[in-house]
């Protein structure tokens, strides 16, 4: 059984391929190319068939090394519009029609390569080439296939660029326990790059000092150092932890581009409890910038990605105030107690910390210390500093209006204050002939900002 099938036919070049793996190819994780030009000639055929091979189990290149199995990219036949059988290209023929009679007519048909899940390989940077061959099968007369082979090209060109937009960095330092144990950014915004090539990252500051701002009134720059910050890479593994500054540094580098041409850094900065008490113990807003390069390691001409963010230091207006002790005990148990008066010392009494200037003040809750009806008056207790003690007011009465005992003109973290409370010898006469008891009273410290 056979069919006749006679056509003239003319000179036919068909259109060799090139699948351009470019970044939009990457971002859509697809890329396809149709090329025409293909002409099939029958005149007696029985079981006619078409079969395609590639030169290769491998796409070959000149200028990389990395290796492209064949079978990344489908090919379909079309024609007037009709898809045939996709198939993967493979070194070993394939069918990309059969009929049982010569069915297929004498017509230009087009090759449609593809590939549809480019996010699930490495895509390096290269050109990379593969041959086509096409072969008529079946009991033929006269049948062809014109041209018998087509070049195939895979183009990929250098690639770096942020995958998403990099972010500005705000560290809230809002605890005194940052002050006692460090800092410890947590959920900076990732670094995420789309690239085809190695690459490494560097990091450098606009100045080697913060730009301060929203201090209290009167507190001067405090010219808190970017060095002060330790910048690091926690993920996909640690990297380098660089110590800003205004010099650029590298501190983490991906030799291999990984599948699906994403990398995604998980950055830290960490700033040590010292550093932060001796830079940015201010209340206030450190400023700076910062300019992150990402650039290949060995691509010429070399390729590279800057941008430029703002780092930002915000410190809150915190204050802490601490007691050693709920209670004191004035005891007078002997003559010498009344001639003398009596006092008691307590070492690190309250311990301080405010990030701005500061002043406490003291106040007793009531005029008098209590004994069921009985009375002392509260101006009989004297507090003042410890021996040796600086910065510390000496209140001679205690009254229910405030009185300023501490004041600084500097913030402090966990600064200690030795108190001495004393009734002295030329109050104890308002203790006597008083009955015998524990007579209390109840004291109000107050930390304020000057």
Same mark, same amino acid.
């Given at each position: 059984? !056979?069919?006749? &099938?006679?056509?003239?036919?003319?000179?036919?070049?068909?259109?060799?391929?090139?699948?351009?793996?470019?970044?939009?190819?990457?971002? /859509?994780?697809?890329?396809?190319?149709?090329?025409? !030009?293909?002409?099939?000639?029958?005149?007696?055929?029985?079981?006619?068939? &078409? @079969?395609?091979? $590639?030169?290769?189990?491998?796409?070959?290149?000149?200028?990389?090394? /990395?290796?492209?199995?064949?079978?990344?990219?489908?090919?379909?036949?079309?024609?007037?519009?009709?898809?045939?059988?996709?198939?993967?290209?493979?070194?070993?023929?394939?069918?990309?029609?059969?009929?049982?009679?010569?069915?297929?007519?004498?017509?230009?048909?087009?090759?449609?390569?593809?590939?549809?899940?480019?996010?699930?390989?490495?895509?390096?940077?290269?050109? =990379?080439?593969?041959?086509?061959?096409?072969?008529?099968?079946?009991?033929?007369?006269? +049948? *062809?296939?014109?041209?018998? *082979?087509?070049?195939?090209?895979?183009?990929?060109?250098?690639?770096?660029?942020?995958?998403?937009?990099?972010?500005?960095?705000?560290?809230?330092?809002?605890?005194?326990?940052?002050?006692?144990?460090?800092?410890?950014?947590?959920?900076?915004?990732?670094?995420?790059?789309?690239?085809?090539?190695?690459?490494?990252?560097?990091?450098?500051?606009?100045?080697?000092?913060?730009?301060?701002?929203?201090?209290?009134?009167?507190?001067?720059?405090?010219?808190? &150092?970017?060095?002060?910050? @330790?910048?690091?890479?926690?993920?996909?593994?640690?990297? $380098? $932890?660089?110590?800003?500054?205004?010099?650029? @540094?590298?501190? =983490?580098?991906?030799?291999?581009?990984?599948?699906?041409?994403?990398?995604?850094?998980?950055?830290?900065?960490?700033?040590?409890?010292?550093?932060?008490?001796?830079?940015?113990?201010?209340?206030?807003?450190?400023?700076?910038?910062?300019?992150?390069?990402?650039?290949?390691?060995?691509?010429?001409? *070399?390729?590279?990605?800057?941008?430029?963010?703002?780092?930002?230091?915000?410190?809150?207006?915190?204050?802490?105030?601490?007691?050693?002790?709920?209670?004191?005990?004035?005891?007078?148990?002997?003559?010498?107690?009344?001639?003398?008066?009596?006092?008691?010392?307590?070492?690190?009494?309250?311990?301080?910390?405010?990030?701005?200037?500061?002043?406490?003040?003291?106040?007793?809750?009531?005029?008098?210390?209590?004994?069921?009806?009985?009375?002392?008056?509260?101006?009989?207790? @004297?507090?003042?500093?410890?021996?040796?003690?600086?910065? +510390?007011?000496?209140?001679?009465?205690?009254?229910?209006? *405030?009185?300023?005992?501490?004041?600084?003109?500097?913030?402090?973290?966990?600064?200690?204050?030795?108190?001495?409370?004393?009734?002295?010898?030329?109050?104890?006469?308002?203790?006597?002939?008083?009955?015998?008891?524990?007579?209390?009273?109840?004291?109000?410290?107050?930390?304020?900002?000057?």
């Amino acid at each position: 059984m !056979g069919v006749l &099938l006679v056509a003239l036919m003319g000179a036919v070049r068909a259109q060799n391929a090139t699948l351009q793996i470019n970044e939009a190819a990457l971002r /859509a994780g697809q890329v396809s190319f149709n090329a025409s !030009g293909f002409q099939y000639n029958s005149v007696v055929s029985l079981l006619p068939g &078409l @079969q395609a091979r $590639t030169a290769g189990t491998n796409f070959s290149s000149t200028n990389s090394t /990395a290796v492209v199995p064949v079978n990344r990219v489908s090919l379909t036949l079309n024609r007037t519009g009709v898809d045939y059988t996709t198939v993967m290209l493979s070194a070993t023929e394939q069918n990309l029609f059969s009929t049982i009679i010569g069915l297929f007519s004498t017509g230009a048909f087009s090759l449609r390569y593809a590939i549809n899940n480019l996010n699930n390989y490495a895509w390096v940077l290269g050109d =990379y080439q593969t041959i086509l061959h096409l072969r008529i099968t079946g009991i033929n007369l006269g +049948v *062809s296939v014109n041209p018998t *082979s087509a070049l195939l090209n895979l183009a990929v060109p250098a690639i770096l660029t942020p995958n998403t937009t990099p972010s500005d960095i705000l560290l809230h330092v809002n605890s005194f326990d940052h002050f006692r144990n460090g800092y410890t950014s947590s959920a900076l915004g990732q670094i995420s790059m789309l690239h085809t090539v190695p690459m490494q990252f560097s990091l450098a500051t606009a100045s080697t000092k913060f730009t301060f701002s929203n201090g209290a009134t009167g507190v001067s720059d405090p010219n808190g &150092l970017t060095s002060a910050l @330790q910048y690091m890479v926690t993920a996909p593994q640690g990297g $380098t $932890t660089i110590s800003l500054g205004t010099t650029k @540094q590298k501190f =983490y580098s991906v030799a291999t581009v990984p599948v699906g041409n994403k990398t995604s850094l998980t950055p830290q900065i960490k700033i040590g409890a010292a550093a932060l008490k001796q830079h940015f113990i201010n209340k206030g807003v450190y400023s700076t910038t910062f300019d992150l390069q990402v650039q290949d390691k060995d691509t010429t001409p *070399s390729v590279s990605k800057t941008t430029t963010n703002n780092l930002t230091v915000q410190v809150a207006d915190m204050g802490e105030l601490k007691l050693s002790n709920a209670a004191v005990d004035l005891a007078f148990t002997s003559a010498d107690h009344y001639r003398n008066g009596v006092s008691s010392t307590l070492a690190e009494h309250i311990t301080v910390s405010k990030t701005t200037p500061y002043q406490v003040s003291v106040r007793a809750n009531s005029a008098n210390f209590t004994f069921g009806p009985n009375v002392i008056p509260v101006s009989s207790l @004297q507090i003042g500093p410890a021996t040796g003690e600086t910065g +510390v007011n000496t209140i001679a009465e205690l009254s229910t209006q *405030s009185q300023v005992l501490i004041s600084s003109n500097v913030p402090q973290v966990d600064k200690k204050y030795g108190i001495r409370y004393a009734i002295p010898s030329i109050k104890t006469a308002a203790l006597i002939n008083k009955a015998k008891g524990k007579y209390t009273a109840v004291i109000t410290y107050t930390l304020t900002a000057l």
